[in-house]
Nanobody
Framework: QVHLAESGGGSVQAGGSLRLSCAHS????????MGWFRQAPGKEREGVAYIMYDATTTYTDAVKGRFTISKDNAKNTLYLDMNSLTPSDTALYYCAADACWRFRRWWSSGFSDEAYWGQGTQVSVSA
C-alpha cells in the first residue's frame, strides 16, 4: 500500500505561481511512475505531467513550458512547480503512483482504479 498526500494548493491571480507537493510512503517497487492529474468542475480528470523512475518527464501540451514536475527520492516527495497560471488551470490536483509499465497505458485517460491516489489539493486561479 502506498500513501500519498498532496499540499501546496491555494488561490492565486493569473500569472502567479504555486508549488504543489506530494509526500508519499516508501515505494518498494523501484520502477514506479508518479504523476499529477487535475479535475476541473464538470470535467473529467486529466493527466498533467508524470515522471518515470529514471526521471524522464512527460507533460500534457496545455502545461508545457509552464509546469515542471520533479521528485526528491530522499524526501519521498513529488513536486509540481506551476508558473504563468491561468484561470483554465483551476482544478483539484491529484498525485498518483503506479508501476510504470501500467501507468503509461492509462495516463492519457486520466484515471485508473489500480493506481494509488492522494486526496487532492485545490488550485484556484483568478483573472
Amino acid at each position: 500500500q502506498v500513501h500519498l498526500a498532496e499540499s501546496g494548493g491555494g488561490s492565486v491571480q493569473a500569472g502567479g505561481s504555486l508549488r504543489l507537493s506530494c509526500a508519499h510512503s516508501e515505494l518498494r517497487y523501484d520502477r514506479f511512475c508518479m504523476g499529477w492529474f487535475r479535475q476541473a468542475p464538470g470535467k473529467e480528470r486529466e493527466g498533467v505531467a508524470y515522471i518515470m523512475y529514471d526521471a524522464t518527464t512527460t507533460y500534457t501540451d496545455a502545461v508545457k513550458g509552464r509546469f515542471t514536475i520533479s521528485k526528491d527520492n530522499a524526501k519521498n516527495t513529488l513536486y509540481l512547480d506551476m508558473n504563468s497560471l491561468t484561470p483554465s488551470d483551476t482544478a483539484l490536483y491529484y498525485c498518483a503512483a503506479d508501476a510504470c509499465w501500467r501507468f503509461r497505458r492509462w495516463w492519457s485517460s486520466g484515471f485508473s482504479d489500480e493506481a494509488y491516489w492522494g486526496q487532492g489539493t485545490q488550485v484556484s486561479v483568478s483573472a
